[in-house]
């Protein structure tokens, strides 16, 4: 093969590989172009672990840039139906980890980290806290999403 045919292959590959990449996270354009930040401090007594604020409310169908805080010696799961689905996380940074479910992310203790995510349809979800080492008592808070255009 010579180089011009090595680099036109090289590039062809690269625009299926990259061209690939954006078709696995293919979500219509967000419902506004601002990408509010949104703090979540997580605590904890004995081992029960306590989300603040306790409600949430995002606009929908729209990028967020949530930031969240781990006060507690825990590792704890920040959950919430359909949002953290690999579909809808855009980037995340810090001590934050995506979990297998598909639905949560592991924050580690004494941790901080920063999860970018396009929300989902309006309307009341429940999200919530755990401790990995006391998961029968689980923190739930309620989180709403309301349409940013009314």
Do not use: W
């Not at 996270?25 to 979540?40: F, R, S």
């Not at 479910?101 to 929300?119: C, F, M, P, Q, V």
């Amino acid at each position: 093969m010579t180089f011009p045919a090595r680099t036109a292959a090289a590039a062809l590959l690269l625009t299926a590989l990259t061209g690939g990449a954006r078709a696995a996270n293919d979500l219509p354009p967000p419902k506004t172009d601002a990408m509010p930040p949104v703090e979540v401090t997580i605590t904890a007594e004995n081992g029960v672990p306590r989300c603040a604020p306790a409600e949430l409310r995002l606009p929908a169908q729209t990028n967020v840039d949530l930031h969240v805080t781990n006060q507690s010696n825990e590792q704890i799961s920040l959950t919430a139906p359909q949002i953290f689905q690999n579909k809808n996380v855009l980037h995340h940074d810090g001590d934050v980890v995506h979990v297998a479910s598909n639905d949560a992310y592991l924050i580690k203790a004494n941790g901080k980290g920063e999860i970018r995510l396009r929300t989902i349809a309006p309307g009341e979800y429940k999200y919530g806290c755990t401790a990995v080492s006391k998961q029968d008592k689980p923190f739930e808070g309620k989180l709403t999403l309301v349409d940013p255009t009314k």
